[in-house]
């Protein structure tokens, strides 16, 4: 991202022979400061700290007096980017892209962001705040470079590349790549999406990108999680779920079999995604949440928040 100028969080490693280029480092940051031990910590090698001083005396602690052991031989040293998350997702052939609709997830199992990370508890597309000059720097400051970079490293690629990225004050910032489509966002992006994905795929397969032009369904697609109480830690499994039919909902199924009485069943932490569409975000959710109230098992649990990060913001 660096010799791209892809727009990223500011870094830089540091070991105990520059402890004093850290503390100049730490000088040009701003407050919070992030300082991650380089090695394996157990999931506690990452500071966050407000006081520049104390950021100072941690990267000392970590670096000479082996805080984190020989974990934190090195010290990287992190911009914080505070904002919102969004996933945008495009399809290329290392030359060429096509822009997918972008989508929101929500990654946490607690209402309003807390507890632990899950494999994704909702999402919902597309994003209110990802309007066209939002996403037009998204595509000048991180697409183009990013398809321009594959080829300059003669990175031969044909597929997905999902960006997950931070909105900070209307700027977007890279957090991470992924080469594959995102889960849940798949589930509220590919609905939106009218065209043929076989006959769009093959396009972009057989170097014809340009000829592509994706209809795309205008409306919000919002799509809530069911999980199994207790995920993700343990839960159980087995529990008789009964699905009404709903010809405008989209359910799909995660975590769910039919078992040797031929009754479909719960079968893992993540049990169904349920999407559904609406005129707005908080429309679309409501609906998906309706869908989601009709579909019975014991045991069944699901964020009831989804979405209203955007709404009172938009
Ligand atoms: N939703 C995040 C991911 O698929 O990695």
């Known amino acids: 991202m660096l010799k791209y100028g892809i727009p ?45 001083e104390e950021a100072k005396r941690q990267l000392k602690e970590m670096l000479v007096e082996e805080k984190f052991g020989t974990s934190s031989d090195t010290v990287v040293i992190e911009e914080y980017l505070k904002g919102i998350e969004l996933s945008v997702f495009i399809l290329t052939d290392g030359k060429e892209y096509l822009i997918l609709p972008e989508a929101k997830d929500y990654k946490r199992i607690g209402e309003h962001d807390t507890g632990p990370n899950t494999g994704g508890m909702g999402s919902v597309s ?74 769009v795929f093959n396009k972009v397969c057989d170097g014809k990108i340009a000829s592509i032009a994706l209809d795309i369904n205008p409306a919000t697609a919002a799509t809530v999680m069911l999980v199994s109480e ?22 799909y199924h995660a975590g769910t079999k039919i078992n040797d009485d031929a009754v479909l069943v719960a079968n893992g932490g993540r049990v169904i995604a349920a999407t559904a569409f609406g005129d707005s975000v908080s429309d679309a959710f409501n609906n998906a949440y309706k869908v989601a109230g009709s579909i019975i098992f014991d045991k069944k649990y699901y964020r009831r928040d989804l979405g209203q990060d955007l709404t009172k913001k938009c």
């Not at 490293?153 to 990225?165: A, C, P, Q, R, W």
């Open 8 to 52: 990223t969080a500011g870094y830089s490693s540091f070991t105990k022979d520059s402890l004093d280029d850290g503390y100049a480092f730490i000088d040009t940051l701003p407050s919070p400061y992030v300082l991650k031990a380089d090695g394996l910590a157990a999931g506690k090698g990452v500071l966050i700290i407000e006081d520049k």
């Open 126 to 199: 597309p994003v209110p705040f990802a309007d066209a000059a939002f996403m037009k720097k998204v595509e000048d400051r991180i697409i183009k470079p990013t398809v321009k970079g594959l080829a300059e490293e003669h990175i031969d690629y044909t597929g997905f590349i999902f960006i997950g990225l931070m909105n900070c004050n209307g700027d977007p910032y890279v957090i991470e790549y992924n080469c594959r489509m995102g889960d849940p966002e798949t589930e509220s992006v590919f609905p939106r999406i009218n065209s043929d994905i076989l006959d």
């Open 230 to 251: 207790g995920y993700p830690g343990k839960y159980d499994k087995g529990m008789a779920i009964s699905i009404k039919a709903d010809k405008n909902a989209i359910i």
